[in-house]
């Protein structure tokens, strides 16, 4: 099994920043090293794929829309990934999620675990 927590969202104004924290655990995470993703949705929208990284080599994917403002980084002797979110906008707002897969995709339908989210708001 593998289990993933979120951390470090919060309320800020457009243009600040925020660094989300996902820590994962779980005898499968650390045999497989597993890539990560964060996830987005906001009310009333579908669950959007924002940023992914992989477990081997770091290679990352972003959604066109957080290209250059986010930037997802692991370390993966702290078991924990990092989405580092720059010049916030309100659009931005969301409960963001890291989820827990074995391919470095956008399909949300490629992660088999996911975490309970953290909401991010940004005002303007």
């Known amino acids: 099994q593998v289990q993933l927590v979120e951390s470090g969202g919060g309320l800020v104004q457009a243009g600040d920043s925020l660094r989300l924290s996902c820590a994962t655990s779980?005898?499968?995470?650390?045999?497989?090293?597993?890539?990560v993703g964060w996830f987005r949705q906001a009310p009333g929208k579908e669950r959007e794929f924002v940023a992914a990284?992989?477990?081997?080599?770091?290679?990352?994917d972003y959604a066109n829309a957080v290209k250059g403002r986010f930037t997802i980084s692991r370390d993966n002797a702290k078991n924990t990934v990092y989405l580092q979110m720059n010049s916030l906008k309100p659009e931005d707002t969301a409960v963001y999620y890291c989820a827990a897969g074995f391919f470095l995709s956008q399909n949300k339908r490629e992660y088999s675990y996911w975490g309970q989210g953290t909401q991010v708001t940004v005002s303007s």
């Open positions: 779980g005898r499968t995470f650390r045999s497989y090293v597993m890539v």
């Open positions: 990284i992989s477990g081997s080599d770091g290679k990352t």
